[in-house]
């Protein structure tokens, strides 16, 4: 854990209100240094979908950099493309938005996680991420709140 993320975590407002780190750890070994930093979360979130549902998810969506807004050709996730010829005009798909990119960090990211997964499923929280934002939100408040 680096000495910025381990200092941060110690000030007054996490402390006293707690903390999200996004995406951190990854890993078995980023759990171990978590650890041996004196931090074991209280929850680990994992949003739970399948392959081609996060293939899907990722290949359509599209990006307004004059807004920085996403939308989704089919709506999953994010709102559906909008009317507006002008808006879907400047739309642009990100660079490894394809399936073939999508495919190779899927499989990058399996085995560390189902590690990670198995290292504190004591703490696992998992959450359906192939349902709409707001249900994917509500669900996690649902059971941290249950906590």
Same mark, same amino acid.
């Given at each position: 854990?680096? *000495?910025?993320?381990? /200092?941060?975590?110690?000030?007054? &407002? +996490?402390?006293? #209100?707690?903390?999200?780190? $996004?995406?951190?750890?990854? =890993?078995?070994?980023?759990?171990?240094? +978590?650890?041996?930093? /004196?931090?074991?979360?209280?929850?680990?979130?994992?949003?739970?979908?399948?392959?081609?549902?996060?293939i899907? #998810?990722? +290949?359509?969506?599209?990006? &307004?950099?004059?807004?920085?807004?996403?939308?989704? =050709?089919?709506?999953? /996730?994010y709102?559906?493309?909008?009317? $507006?010829?002008?808006?879907?005009?400047?739309?642009?798909?990100?660079?490894?938005?394809?399936?073939?990119?999508? #495919?190779?960090?899927?499989?990058?990211? *399996?085995?560390?996680?189902?590690?990670?997964? !198995?290292?504190? *499923? $004591?703490?696992?929280?998992?959450?359906? /991420?192939?349902? &709409?934002?707001?249900?994917?939100?509500?669900?996690? *408040? !649902?059971?941290? &709140?249950?906590?």
């Amino acid at each position: 854990m680096s *000495k910025l993320l381990g /200092g941060r975590i110690r000030e007054e &407002d +996490c402390v006293k #209100k707690g903390y999200l780190i $996004d995406g951190y750890p990854r =890993t078995r070994t980023q759990s171990s240094l +978590c650890a041996m930093a /004196g931090m074991k979360p209280t929850a680990l979130i994992y949003v739970d979908m399948k392959d081609d549902q996060i293939i899907e #998810k990722l +290949c359509g969506r599209r990006f &307004d950099p004059q807004t920085q807004t996403f939308y989704h =050709t089919k709506g999953i /996730g994010y709102p559906a493309l909008p009317d $507006d010829a002008e808006i879907k005009a400047r739309l642009v798909t990100r660079s490894d938005d394809n399936e073939e990119r999508v #495919k190779e960090v899927i499989e990058r990211y *399996k085995i560390p996680t189902e590690d990670l997964l !198995e290292a504190w *499923k $004591d703490i696992v929280i998992r959450v359906d /991420g192939s349902k &709409d934002a707001e249900a994917v939100v509500a669900e996690i *408040k !649902e059971k941290l &709140d249950a906590l």
